[in-house]
């Protein structure tokens, strides 16, 4: 059936379609071709035997020595080219006549493209147009593939090279290079550069030099428009004087052309002719202008490189100065492809420090920590086993006779980031179960008695730096202030208790009048001290930042709100200033870690109905509650 369906449809009203159209064409002054890409063929039908004087089958190889040795390798680019497209049109010429080939078909199915073959006039065309455009795209194409294969090996510099001696060549001219703009110091540099014998080299000569002194130049670049200057001594006054001293090899004429990055101005590319004068020509200067496009690319590549290196010296310095050990590994595998070893890929000098050792980056751990690496490949393959990648093991590493904590993050398919310290709790935080809520809230404490501390010691500094005795009056108060909470703060101690044992915070069924503070406090351990201060007396609501607070506040209402002033995504202030829009008259107090007058000032001015400043002592804080609620 189907094959009388398609009989039928190349048979109309008794006429064989096929020799109709072919009866057609035969005197029309065209051939047909059809290249067939799967046998490396390409078959011609009326004319195209006697345009190319040949056989009416070639192979693709045999087609190519029909054409001009010089075009052959651009004909060989374009049939490698016109795969998959419908619409492709080149001119070139045989051993005995120009010819024009044109892609009217493709099809994918079969991998075959069709088209026609005519004659093509070049004394036609005013100077060779099309052929010197041809030319230029051969020369264009043949460069981007040799600009992506060194790109691909990050070889930027080269790339750049490359382009700027083709555009220099194919021109003719005798200087091409890259010019860059920095727009913090106002100077420009030139940065590549490619010469011809005799010619002085612009990477000397443009070097930090002020953007003024190219004023008018850049006025027009900085507008994205080239400036071609087709006889430089025909120039006066500041405008030749600022061209030569960007074209200082006495150049007759020059084309310059802006490059840029995401719309913005990097930079600009001089092509300078001083051996002789260039008259523009609109295919060329299109030419000039679709390879900029190349030079924008590999100096943008160049820069973020350049921007990354930075970036990687600066997070070196980071690493080396953090607390914890940093360690990077990567998994090595074995002939059937199962992890046996971890290679280093790097460290921190915390590392090395905590461990006593040095030198270990590209060793495997096998070397490094002996026995103990294979408990540590054991841990790093359960890590990627697992759903969540990453995880926190208290005996990482046991070496020297010490343990070492490691939280582990795989950062890739066999690649780790470990963070290593002599101190468990460090790395758990607030993540471990409720059985270790004694722990945190132990730490928590260190904590709050070492702010204390560093408060005494740098005021004390102060104190005895600082002539001005109004000055040295409010330092004695901040340290008598912290000595006191140092000796208060064993209430706190005195006052721990299981979750399960400890009732106090709760509500009492028998006592439903008792009022409910808000405490708005982004840092647990002051949340604490505030809870522990005043749980006994009153319900207790904690809010961890402003915008936390905002939304307990119009949930609960509660009866005072303390309010800390510098929290995470809304501080106290703003926090205050939105309460206070509807409500004018529940009391907020802000905690603020300053006591002076113009941190008073503020936080009256928010609408904060009194200030409390921290250290928090019990005595005072009980009261100021006492006074807006009572008791």
Not at 160 to 178: G, P, W, Y
Not at 439 to 456: C, D, G, K, M
Not at 521 to 535: A, F
Not at 577 to 593: G, N, Q, V, Y
Request: proline content about 2%.
């Amino acid at each position: 059936m189907l094959n009388r369906l398609k009989k039928r449809e190349m048979i109309v009203h008794g006429l064989d379609i096929t020799n109709v159209a072919e009866a057609i064409t035969r005197d029309l002054p065209f051939g047909l071709w059809c290249a067939d890409f799967k046998r490396q063929t390409i078959t011609g039908y009326n004319k195209f035997c006697d345009l190319l004087n040949a056989p009416a089958t070639l192979k693709l190889t045999e087609f190519a020595r029909l054409i001009r040795s010089d075009y052959r390798d651009m004909i060989k680019f374009v049939f490698s080219d016109i795969r998959g497209k419908d619409d492709f049109e080149i001119a070139f010429p045989t051993n005995s006549r120009w010819v024009k080939m044109k892609i009217t078909h493709y099809d994918d199915k079969n991998d075959k493209a069709y088209g026609y073959i005519i004659e093509y006039h070049r004394e036609k065309i005013e100077n060779d147009s099309v052929d010197n455009l041809m030319l230029l795209m051969h020369k264009q194409n043949t460069l981007i593939h040799e600009v992506f294969d060194k790109v691909y090996i990050d070889k930027y510099n080269d790339s750049l090279q490359d382009i700027l001696c083709e555009i220099r060549k194919v021109l003719n001219a005798d200087q091409t290079s890259v010019v860059e703009y920095n727009f913090v110091s106002k100077t420009i540099s030139c940065t590549y550069d490619t010469v011809t014998e005799g010619i002085k080299s612009r990477l000397d000569t443009i070097k930090n030099q002020s953007i003024y002194s190219i004023d008018w130049i850049s006025n027009e670049i900085t507008k994205n428009k080239a400036v071609y200057i087709y006889d430089i001594n025909e120039l006066s006054g500041d405008k030749l004087l600022q061209t030569k001293a960007l074209c200082t090899n006495n150049d007759q004429s020059v084309f310059i052309q802006p490059l840029t990055f995401r719309d913005n101005i990097i930079g600009f590319m001089v092509i300078d002719f001083v051996k002789r004068k260039y008259k523009e020509n609109a295919l060329e200067t299109d030419w000039i202008r679709a390879m900029s496009r190349f030079v924008e690319f590999c100096t943008n590549l160049k820069n973020k490189q350049r921007f990354q290196d930075s970036e990687k010296t600066r997070l070196r310095c980071v690493l080396d100065m953090a607390p914890f050990g940093h360690l990077h590994m990567r998994f090595e595998y074995d002939i059937n492809n199962n992890p046996h070893d971890l290679s280093i890929i790097a460290t921190n000098a915390q590392f090395e420090q905590m461990l006593n050792i040095e030198n270990v980056k590209g060793k495997l751990i096998s070397e490094v920590f002996g026995a103990e690496a294979t408990h540590m490949l054991e841990k790093c393959v359960r890590v990627s086993q697992q759903a969540k990648k990453e995880t926190i093991i208290d005996d990482f590493i046991y070496y020297n006779g010490a343990s070492y904590a490691g939280g582990v993050t795989m950062s890739s398919d066999d690649e780790f980031v470990c963070v290593i310290t002599n101190n468990p709790t460090l790395l758990y935080g607030n993540r471990k179960a409720n059985s270790m809520s004694k722990t945190i809230i132990s730490r928590e404490l260190q904590h709050l008695l070492r702010t204390h501390l560093n408060a005494i010691v740098g005021f004390a500094e102060l104190l005895s730096s600082d002539n001005n005795e109004q000055n040295k009056t409010k330092y004695m108060e901040i340290i008598k202030d912290n000595a006191q909470s140092l000796i208060d703060s064993s209430f706190i101690k005195d006052s721990l208790a299981s979750p399960n044992e400890d009732k106090s915070g709760q509500p009492d069924d028998n006592n439903r009048s008792r009022k409910k503070i808000l405490i708005a406090e982004d840092t647990e351990s002051n949340y604490m001290l505030v809870s522990y201060i005043l749980k006994s007396q009153y319900d207790i609501e904690w809010a961890h930042d402003g915008v936390e607070a905002i939304e307990m506040y119009e949930k609960s209402k509660p009866d005072l709100i303390l309010m800390d002033v510098r929290m995470p995504r809304l501080g106290g202030l703003s926090a205050t200033s939105r309460i206070r829009e509807t409500d004018k008259e529940t009391p907020i107090i802000a905690l603020t870690a300053f006591a002076f007058e113009n941190d008073r000032a503020k936080t009256l001015e928010a609408g904060c109905t009194n200030f409390l400043a921290k250290p928090i002592k019990a005595a005072a804080l009980k009261e100021m509650v006492a006074k807006y609620i009572g008791e």
